[in-house]
C-alpha cells in the first residue's frame, strides 16, 4: 500500500502564493504519474496539473501560468507552487499517484486526504 501525506494548505489572500507538498511512503517500487487535483463542494473533482519521472507535465486551462508542479524522484514527492490565487481557486486539493508496490506487477491508483486551500481577503 501507498499512503499519500499532504501539506501546506490554508488560507491565502486573492493574489497571493502558497506550495502544496505531497509525500508518498510504503513499499514502493516505483511512482509513473503524480499529480494535484480539486474539488468544490457539489462539483467533480479536476485536474490541476500532473507530472510524469521524466519532468513532463500537464496543467489545466484554468491554472496555467500560475501553477508549477515538480517532482523529487528519489524522495517521491509533488509539490505545487500555486501563485496569484483567486477567490475560484479555493478548493480542497488532493495529490495523486500511480504507483506499484512490492509483490505487484501493475499500477495502482493512490489519493491523498486532501488540503483545503481558502483564498479570500
Known amino acids: 500500500q501507498v499512503q499519500l501525506l499532504e501539506s501546506g494548505g490554508g488560507l491565502v489572500q486573492p493574489g497571493g502564493s502558497l506550495s502544496l507538498s505531497c509525500t508518498a511512503t510504503g513499499n514502493i517500487v516505483g511512482i509513473n504519474v503524480m499529480g494535484w487535483y480539486r474539488q468544490v463542494p457539489g462539483k467533480e473533482r479536476e485536474l490541476s496539473a500532473t507530472?510524469?519521472?521524466?519532468?513532463?507535465?500537464e496543467y489545466a486551462d484554468s491554472v496555467k501560468g500560475r501553477f508549477a508542479i515538480s517532482r523529487d524522484n528519489a524522495k517521491n514527492t509533488v509539490t505545487l507552487q500555486v501563485h496569484s490565487l483567486k477567490p475560484e481557486d479555493t478548493a480542497v486539493y488532493y495529490c495523486?499517484?500511480?504507483?506499484?508496490?512490492?509483490?505487484?506487477?501493475?499500477?495502482?491508483?493512490?489519493w491523498g486526504p486532501g488540503n483545503q486551500v481558502t483564498v479570500s481577503s
Open positions: 507530472i510524469l519521472p521524466d519532468g513532463q507535465t
Open positions: 495523486n499517484a500511480y504507483a506499484m508496490v512490492t509483490g505487484m506487477w501493475n499500477l495502482e491508483e493512490y
